[in-house]
């Protein structure tokens, strides 16, 4: 039920003003509604509806319909809380609804010294995303809202408004036009924003607009987005974010961190080694600040890319205390096999390979990926230290796990790709010159393999 569901989610502090909130005659004169209340916290659990309609009407019998008003008015009077609650962390909210609410009591007076209140407090505000321009916006229409209805032959601040709402659309539309491009490339979705051509052209014919914070750093956002290889873009976007990341929430800096970082690993992975740098910088720089941890979780993907590209800089020991700090930060199902196999990876970049394998085979895990990769890695300390035998025995079984896997997608071709190569490679001492530079070439060839570098080293 959606009610005590809501009613779980809430912090100790919100469930003790809830019931403040419900005691309050101003918002709820029910007793049965409170009492209600009551009888969930003071049970603490989810019990059947009969048993909370038993502990508030001890003496009348169930009714289903009653039951389904009574929830209802509590849930009603929960949603009324939570957005009092909201609006009450916003002083500049506040402000703007108590000019409005002596606006509607024609007290002109207490009016305009509301909406200085409310202008104060917007520019005491840090943030200076898309959702402070609105609120900017807002405030300019009221003020002219309120000048024309008392008098139209005084001079309005028309012009202000509509220069306000300017940057909050261009800001507005670039943001839904990042939002747009990142989903398509994560979850192949179509989007159609219109305008957006006319807004990208006329920032570029009005580059003065690029001083707003929101502006300039969406306006590169979709630059880069847009074209994989505009690395002025990318430089560009990189300062916006250093001067005004203190201006956005969380939530929506690391969103944009993202972008940065995933045009740094597309470069990496056309050969540009000098993104390996970049990357590693922009993950630092927004690990650092806390934005890459969600409700203290940070995603498998990142912690894996920090350790890769840290060892790719030869920062080994760098890369060996991040594995051990941050492996708490990481989801329940993967703090321990994701561990094993960063520490694993990293003595195998040192070419210590046999406390690499120490490491790989406490990797256990049903996740594919990882326990894949640890296969993977294994396959090559096996290949190097001349383990024939095991690697036989280490081919057949993924071989068979590849057989009964359904959910590889595009790199189920990757992997039988490792199968195949490596049964060549075993084969590599009674090959001629001649066949062992076409098993060169067929390796170089090969599009979807990423082990391709260490294949053609072997060979």
């Not at 520019?123 to 609120?135: G, P, W």
């Not at 001079?155 to 800001?171: A, G, H, I, P, R």
């Not at 350790?307 to 030869?314: C, F, M, P, T």
């Amino acid at each position: 039920m959606k009610l005590f569901k809501v009613l779980h989610q809430l912090e100790k502090r919100e469930i003790s003003n809830f019931e403040a909130y419900l005691s309050a005659p101003f918002f709820n004169k029910r007793t049965d509604v409170l009492e209600l209340f009551k009888v969930w916290k003071r049970e603490g659990r989810i019990y059947p509806a009969e048993y909370f309609w038993q502990a508030v009407f001890p003496k009348k019998d169930f009714s289903k319909t009653e039951w389904n008003l009574l929830s209802s008015r509590l849930f009603k009077l929960l949603e009324g809380f939570l957005s009092i609650s909201e609006m009450r962390k916003n002083e500049a909210s506040k402000k703007f609804y108590l000019a409005k609410a002596y606006r509607r009591l024609k007290n002109e007076k207490l009016f305009e010294s509301a909406i200085k209140e409310t202008e104060k407090a917007l520019d005491k505000q840090i943030f200076r995303s898309t959702d402070y321009l609105q609120n900017k916006h807002d405030l300019a229409f009221e003020k002219y809202d309120y000048i024309i209805s008392n008098n139209r032959k005084v001079k309005t601040n028309l012009q202000e408004v509509s220069d306000l709402f300017d940057v909050y659309f261009l800001s507005t539309k670039l943001k839904q036009a990042c939002n747009a491009l990142s989903r398509e490339n994560i979850k192949q979705e179509k989007y159609e924003i219109r305008l957006l051509e006319f807004v990208v052209q006329f920032i570029k014919q009005h580059p003065d607009y690029l001083e707003t914070p929101a502006i300039a750093i969406y306006y590169y956002c979709y630059q880069i987005l847009i074209d994989k290889d505009n690395d002025a873009s990318f430089s560009k976007l990189k300062k916006a974010i250093s001067q005004n990341q203190h201006h956005f929430p969380a939530s929506e800096i690391r969103d944009i961190y993202t972008v940065t970082i995933n045009y740094s690993i597309r470069k990496l992975n056309t050969g540009n080694k000098d993104f390996i740098k970049e990357a590693l910088e922009l993950y630092l720089a927004s690990l650092n600040q806390g934005f890459l941890l969600e409700d203290g979780i940070l995603l498998e993907s990142t912690y894996s890319n920090i350790v890769n590209l840290a060892s790719k800089l030869d920062r080994h020991e760098w890369a060996k205390s991040f594995i051990k700090e941050y492996q708490r930060h990481l989801k329940p199902i993967f703090r321990i096999p994701l561990y094993h196999y960063s520490l694993g990876k990293l003595y195998y970049e040192q070419n210590q390979l046999g406390q690499s394998l120490e490491e790989l085979i406490q990797v256990e895990t049903k996740t594919s990926f990882l326990f894949l990769g640890a296969r993977i890695l294994q396959l090559k300390i096996y290949y190097e230290l001349q383990e024939f035998n095991l690697l036989e025995s280490l081919l057949e079984s993924l071989r068979i796990y590849l057989q009964r896997s359904n959910d590889l997608g595009y790199r189920k071709t990757h992997y039988s790709n490792i199968i195949s190569f490596t049964r060549q490679l075993l084969q590599l001492p009674a090959m001629s010159k001649k066949e062992k530079e076409i098993f060169r070439q067929r390796v170089s060839s090969t599009e979807i393999f990423a082990e391709k570098d260490w294949f053609l080293k072997q060979i």
